[in-house]
């Protein structure tokens, strides 16, 4: 299985920008659709941005379309999601994780359920 590990995360006032970024190591990290989700406290996990594995295809929530860019690097075996003009909303623990099953048998799949490689989580608070 892949380990991934997020950093990057922090405290930013409102309309400020942090970019997080999600190392993968491990055999076929650079084959996964990976993405980003987050869960604020007391509220259940969702799906911020997933990516495929070749980057063609892109998945965001509506809350945060316009704003955050996800991207990855497979040379480096790394994703990074760019947050731009957070608001206190987009507070929470947000994890990078992987599908390991193949998109060729399952598709592009971006709900969190279906991803079964996570990282450890990373902080981003969001002041007002």
């Known amino acids: 299985q892949v380990q991934l590990v997020e950093s990057g995360g922090g405290l930013v006032q409102a309309g400020g920008s942090l970019r997080l970024s999600c190392a993968a190591s491990?055999?076929?990290?650079?084959?996964?659709?990976m993405g980003w989700f987050r869960q604020a406290p007391g509220k259940e996990r969702e799906s911020v941005a997933a990516?495929?594995?070749?980057?063609?295809?892109?998945y965001y929530a509506d809350s945060v379309k316009g704003r955050f860019t996800i991207s990855r690097d497979n040379a480096k075996n790394t994703m990074y999601l760019q947050m731009n003009n957070l608001k206190p909303e987009d507070t929470a623990v947000y994890y990078c994780?992987?599908?390991?099953?193949?998109?060729?048998?399952?598709?592009?799949?971006?709900?969190?359920?279906?991803?079964?490689?996570w990282g450890q989580g990373t902080q981003v608070t969001v002041s007002s």
């Open positions: 994780a992987a599908d390991s099953v193949s998109p060729l048998f399952a598709g592009f799949r971006t709900n969190w359920r279906n991803y079964d490689c």
């Open positions: 990516i495929m594995w070749n980057g063609r295809s892109t």
């Open positions: 491990g055999r076929a990290g650079s084959t996964y659709t």
